[in-house]
């Protein structure tokens, strides 16, 4: 069974401390009926080459600005840089509510948990988004975001050129919520299954997942993003992640070629 990180209509009733604890809830009561997890997989054999994990935050906060609205926290994204040396803001589409012409939204920004400037402020998509996950394929899920203001490179996530990870390898997810206390929050899992539409990570731990959606996966390898948190399933009382694919997203990013506004009324 899949649960969505963030259930829209808790978010708009509930703060955020509230939302957080209800979805724990659900969480623990599902983990003592669902089913184990299959086995993970051996360490696979990486043949490109070592890097180092980011030392900054960059699983950063999302935050929504709608018309007449103040900002409110609406999950996590992240940073990247593309080939050619732009950089674009990625999200999930299950965050936000766009092209509603009764509700329209203005921005999306992203901060570093725990501080009062955002690292970037966007009011441009970069290409069509898609559309909130509903099955199995995580690559419908993102929004891509066009900087134009100048973004310190050291929010910035290379994208891994494998374009996932492999079955076996070991990840971090940077939280973008953080650790409550001003640092960052990293958590380790291993990779269970890779396909073209999502990887799936065993994470180590049992946490509370809820607004952590739009987090960047990390490979502990390479120190490059390999996906984006989209969804989680309860195995057992052990936490499997769903991720959209690093490598869709790079395709989506490159092959975008309209730039419509985040207010423009129809975004579809």
Same mark, same amino acid.
């Given at each position: 069974?899949?649960?969505?990180?963030?259930?829209?209509?808790?978010?708009?009733?509930?703060?955020? /401390?509230?939302?957080?604890?209800?979805?724990?809830?659900?969480?623990? +009561?599902?983990?003592?009926?669902?089913? &184990?997890?299959?086995?993970?997989?051996?360490?696979?054999? +990486?043949?490109?080459?070592?890097?180092?994990?980011?030392?900054?935050?960059?699983?950063?906060?999302?935050?929504?600005?709608?018309?007449?609205? /103040?900002? %409110?926290?609406?999950?996590?994204?992240?940073?990247?840089?593309?080939?050619?040396?732009?950089?674009?803001?990625?999200?999930?589409?299950?965050?936000?509510?766009?092209?509603? &012409?009764?509700?329209?939204?203005?921005? +999306?920004?992203?901060?570093? /948990?725990?501080?009062?400037?955002?690292? /970037?402020?966007?009011?441009?998509?970069?290409?069509?988004?898609?559309?909130?996950?509903?099955?199995?394929?995580?690559?419908?899920?993102?929004?891509?975001?066009?900087?134009?203001?100048?973004?310190?490179?050291?929010?910035?996530?290379? &994208?891994?050129?494998?374009?996932?990870?492999?079955?076996?390898?070991?990840?971090?997810?940077?939280?973008?919520?953080?650790?409550?206390?001003?640092?960052?929050? +990293?958590?380790?899992?291993?990779?269970? @299954?890779?396909?073209?539409?999502?990887?799936?990570?065993?994470?180590?731990?049992?946490?509370?997942?809820?607004?952590? %959606?739009? @987090?960047?996966?990390?490979?502990?390898?390479?120190?490059?993003?390999?996906?984006?948190?989209?969804?989680?399933?309860?195995?057992?009382?052990?936490?499997?992640?769903?991720?959209?694919?690093?490598?869709?997203?790079?395709?989506?990013?490159?092959?975008?070629?309209?730039?419509?506004?985040? @207010?423009?009324? @129809?975004?579809?």
């Amino acid at each position: 069974m899949n649960i969505k990180f963030v259930v829209r209509g808790l978010l708009l009733a509930l703060p955020v /401390a509230a939302i957080a604890s209800v979805a724990f809830i659900l969480l623990m +009561i599902k983990a003592q009926i669902g089913p &184990p997890p299959d086995p993970t997989p051996p360490p696979p054999t +990486i043949l490109v080459p070592r890097g180092e994990l980011p030392a900054g935050p960059v699983g950063l906060q999302e935050w929504a600005r709608y018309r007449g609205q /103040a900002d %409110s926290l609406v999950g996590n994204g992240f940073l990247i840089g593309l080939s050619d040396g732009q950089i674009v803001g990625v999200t999930t589409a299950h965050s936000v509510s766009l092209g509603n &012409p009764d509700r329209p939204l203005e921005q +999306i920004a992203l901060s570093v /948990a725990g501080q009062t400037d955002f690292v /970037a402020e966007f009011d441009t998509l970069w290409g069509r988004p898609g559309q909130p996950r509903t099955g199995g394929d995580m690559t419908v899920d993102y929004v891509l975001l066009q900087a134009d203001q100048p973004i310190d490179s050291g929010f910035v996530l290379t &994208p891994d050129p494998r374009g996932a990870p492999q079955p076996g390898e070991r990840v971090s997810l940077f939280s973008g919520l953080g650790d409550g206390h001003g640092g960052q929050r +990293i958590l380790e899992g291993t990779v269970q @299954s890779v396909s073209g539409t999502a990887v799936w990570v065993l994470m180590d731990d049992l946490f509370n997942p809820g607004l952590m %959606s739009g @987090s960047p996966f990390v490979s502990q390898h390479t120190g490059q993003v390999v996906g984006m948190a989209i969804a989680v399933n309860l195995r057992g009382s052990r936490l499997l992640l769903g991720a959209h694919p690093i490598g869709s997203i790079v395709q989506l990013a490159e092959s975008a070629a309209d730039f419509p506004k985040i @207010s423009a009324p @129809s975004q579809n």
